[in-house]
């Protein structure tokens, strides 16, 4: 079955990214692209998508989530009341539109420990985001939200609207925080751009909230939430923190609407609870990797799969891929079989030297090192000193069926017995460089993009 998340642009989406790694982990293939539609061209792509019985239904982001409703059949609760929708249903040629935002909001806030029931809140913006924002803590019975958007009337269209269909809140727009001081406030949310990465703004409105947020008075347990996730730790959570307030940013709610919509386009997930922590952790390592440019280095014994996890991991992050031994293959023009032919192992170890380093100089890569490279003390101290190294392991049994027949110079006309026996030889000298690796990664049976999760989200924990 197929599905999709339409956009313009969707190049840099983590979408697909996540709906593989669900796919992998329930063992239901589903084939997700990111497809780039013009809003030109939404229409007719909806047409066509209500008789293609191979969707399951798509995803919908930037700037199609209010404009698409026009073309579909019916709505959710969700959707209908906050007028824009982020998940298509296929279902017998009409198409359903559902807000799986709502879902990721409310699960963060669970995540949380936040009890919304009787709380003051503060959501800054009132765009696509903010309703859905809105819609919770009007859902959830909030006592008080104040929306701060000063820069439009968007503020006042939520408010009429949101007080009638959530009568136990009330809904204020405000335009200076002098306008709730009397209350105590719980939670503040950012349901604006301003912080996200690449979004340049020299927002006056900016500047006015960074000075005025002081003049509000916070509850002692009270929540900041970001709905942004890249970066991180955005100048709204930095200020708030400082003001002593527990943060959260927006990776879990990008997370949990994914899931919800897996849900509801599929069926339900197995393990709901790990399935969500591994894709924070994925999700945290993918942004760590495109926001540092060091090199991320794999080694492990030959056979490992050092080269096809590597050109996976380059898939995933968007970075280079290199292989130290197609970088000697370049420079000295002969293959590695000829090198240790015509001119001996220790020839090659000089040019493998060399192309360490060179390889040690490419920003935003992904580096295969040869299985052998870390033998030589500089090569290691170089590798250690310019970036992350990730040992991929396996037991030696494993690698000598592997190698049983290969061409590799080192393995050449050996049978299993005395392959098996050179493997415990090399292993035996290369370990203890191996084991100097920042990380290290069973490869066990299973497919390259599962091994290059674990690495993923292993750079995650650590450093996400
Ligand atoms: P949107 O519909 O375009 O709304 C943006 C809101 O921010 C509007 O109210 C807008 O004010 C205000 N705004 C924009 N630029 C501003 C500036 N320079 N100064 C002051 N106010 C400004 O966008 P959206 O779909 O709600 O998304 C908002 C943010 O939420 C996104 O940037 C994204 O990072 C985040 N988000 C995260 C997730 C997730 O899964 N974590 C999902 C959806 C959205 P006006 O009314 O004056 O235009």
Redesign the pocket.
């Known amino acids: 079955m197929k599905a999709a998340l339409i956009g313009s642009p969707v190049s840099l989406s983590l979408s697909p990214m996540i709906f593989n790694y669900i796919s992998c982990e329930e063992n239901c293939p589903l084939d997700y692209s990111a497809q780039d539609v013009e809003p030109s061209e939404l229409t007719s792509y909806l047409n066509q998508l209500r008789l293609n019985k191979e969707y399951l239904g798509v995803n919908v982001?930037?700037p199609h989530?209010?404009s698409v409703m026009q073309d579909l059949d019916q709505f959710s609760e969700e959707a209908a009341a906050i007028g824009?929708v982020?998940l298509i249903y296929r279902n017998a040629g009409s198409l359903m539109g559902f807000n799986t935002?709502v879902t990721?909001i409310k699960k963060t806030l669970i995540n949380q420990e936040f009890v919304v029931d009787g709380k003051n809140c503060i959501i800054?913006?009132?765009?696509?985001?903010?309703?859905?924002m809105a819609f919770v803590l009007g859902k959830l019975k909030a006592n008080n939200v104040y929306i701060y958007?000063?820069?439009?009337?968007?503020?006042e269209e939520l408010v009429k609207k949101y007080n009638i269909i959530f009568p136990e809140t009330k809904f204020v727009s405000i335009h200076h925080f002098d306008d709730c001081k009397s209350k105590s406030i719980s939670l503040i949310v950012?349901?604006?751009?301003?912080g996200?990465k690449n979004?340049s703004?020299n927002?006056?409105?900016?500047n006015d909230f960074f000075n005025e947020v002081e003049k509000i008075t916070f509850e002692k347990n009270a929540l900041a939430y970001d709905?942004?996730?890249?970066p991180k730790n955005t100048a709204f959570i930095k200020k708030l923190k400082q003001l002593g307030l527990q943060t959260v940013?927006?990776?879990?709610?990008?997370v949990d609407?994914a899931l919800a919509s897996w849900e509801i386009l599929y069926k339900p997930l197995k393990d709901i609870k790990k399935i969500h922590n591994d894709l924070i952790n994925i999700l945290s390592g993918i942004l760590y990797l495109r926001e540092n440019s060091e090199p991320l280095y794999l080694t492990g014994f030959m056979g490992v799969g050092k080269t096809t996890i590597a050109k996976e991991l380059a898939l995933m992050t968007g970075r280079t891929f290199i292989d130290t031994d197609h970088l000697v293959e370049k420079s000295t023009g002969m293959t590695i079989s000829q090198i240790f032919k015509d001119q001996g192992e220790l020839k090659f170890r000089e040019s493998e030297t060399a192309a360490v380093l060179q390889a040690s100089t490419i920003k935003n890569s992904i580096i295969s090192l040869g299985g052998g490279a870390l033998v030589n003390q500089n090569n290691l101290e170089t590798v250690l000193k310019n970036g992350t190294l990730i040992y991929l392991s396996a037991d030696e049994n494993s690698l000598a069926k592997r190698l049983s027949k290969t061409t590799r110079p080192l393995f050449l006309g050996l049978n299993h017995e005395e392959t098996k026996v050179k493997v415990n030889e090399l292993l035996q000298q290369r370990k203890k460089n191996y084991m100097k690796a920042n990380i290290e990664i069973q490869v066990l049976n299973v497919l390259p993009f599962e091994t290059a999760c674990k690495v993923i989200a292993k750079i995650g924990t650590l450093k996400g």
């Open positions: 982001t930037i989530k209010e824009a982020n935002d990721g800054l913006g009132a765009g696509g985001a903010a309703k859905a958007n000063p820069r439009s009337n968007r503020g950012n349901s604006t751009p301003i996200m979004f703004s927002s006056q409105i900016e709905l942004i996730y890249n940013g927006g990776l879990g709610m990008l609407q």
